[in-house]
């Protein structure tokens, strides 16, 4: 009975949302409050997806194809799947809807999620042609993963400091280039969400600022563990786990710029604190064949999910 009421709830909610205008642009989206999550029953529940920039150089090469990953996917029980959109043929334009579709088909036929997308952006860049192109780029994508059923999209922030802005100067374009990319994804049911990539973000204060500033349910963070690399990376990921909407967990991170591996029973347990309930995509770096890297990570993780 409790779960019927909030089930009401949550579409009382929903049916209060404000209107679209004629144009497709939302009306007043009031203050919400950033990544107001729903509170999970039962405490934390996570489901291990992989990356496709794990094989980023055999799908470049084309010696393997994003149908083959899924099979690869679904014979290493992963339980979901992130497809990144610059291995999809003919990138950046979109693929044909009979293409989406047959991708989707296959990963519901083999048991797969497709727990999110990404698209290549630079907000940085002082140029605002240029990053009216990437905010068109990114609209078109979030098409893609509304037809997918992707639930995440992932943008960067970007990866300059153009000579003569400060950091705030360039944050301040950037939060309107991303709020306007954040309204069309709520328009389409699909969360826009920034990764932390050592680039124009590199600390946990730097991310929470953009987001918090963003300021919206349909906004988040994809926490990338290997890209805090000042300082103690653990603490910055427990200080910005609660913006957490998908994450990127990897063999290596940096202590104070030195790489080291990855401590995954304490990442684990930051996740489950932080009260995450969804996917953990991992993602396998550097030299060797991803056909054996991958399992081989893929194996630790779960044992360490097991233990905390």
């Known amino acids: 009975m409790k779960s019927n009421i909030k089930r009401r709830s949550f579409l009382k909610t929903l049916l209060a949302t404000p209107a679209l205008t004629t144009t497709g642009i939302l009306l007043d989206l009031g203050p919400a409050k950033s990544q107001n999550k729903i509170p999970g029953p039962g405490g934390s529940n996570l489901k291990i997806s992989l990356n496709a920039f794990s094989f980023n150089e055999p799908l470049r090469n084309k010696s393997i194809t994003l149908d083959d990953l899924l099979d690869f996917c679904a014979l290493n029980n992963f339980d979901a799947v992130d497809l990144t959109s610059y291995y999809f043929p003919g990138y950046p ?19 797969l999620d497709i727990s999110g997308t990404g ?30 059923g992707a639930p995440v999209i992932r943008i960067f922030s970007g990866s300059q400091l153009p000579p003569g802005y400060s950091w705030e100067q360039v944050m301040t374009w950037m939060i309107k280039d991303i709020n306007e990319c954040v309204a069309y994804g709520r328009q389409h049911g699909v969360i826009v969400a920034i990764q932390n990539h050592n680039d124009f973000i590199k600390t946990a204060d730097q ?7 963003v300021n919206s349910d349909w906004f988040g963070l994809v926490l990338d563990i290997g890209s ?19 994450w990127q967990l990897k063999e290596n991170m940096y202590i104070n710029e030195a790489e080291v591996k990855t401590d995954l029973n304490k990442v684990i347990e930051l996740i489950k604190a932080s009260g995450y309930r969804g996917y953990v995509p991992i993602e396998t770096l550097g030299a060797g064949d ?8 893929l194996a630790e993780v779960r044992k360490a999910m097991e233990r905390a």
Request: positive net charge; proline residues 6%; charged residues 35%.
């Open 119 to 148: 698209v290549r952006n630079d907000f940085s860049n002082a140029d605002e042609n240029k990053r009216k192109e990437d905010i068109a780029l990114v609209k078109k994508w979030i098409e893609v993963a509304q037809k997918l």
């Open 93 to 111: 334009n979109v693929p044909p809807d009979d293409y989406i579709y047959a991708l989707k088909r296959k990963a519901f036929l083999l048991g």
């Open 290 to 297: 991803p056909k054996i890297k991958v399992p081989l990570f």
């Open 228 to 246: 805090y690399r000042s300082g103690d990376p653990y603490k910055q990921i427990e200080q910005t786990a609660k913006y957490a909407v998908n």
């Open 207 to 213: 991310a929470q600022k953009i987001i918090e500033a």
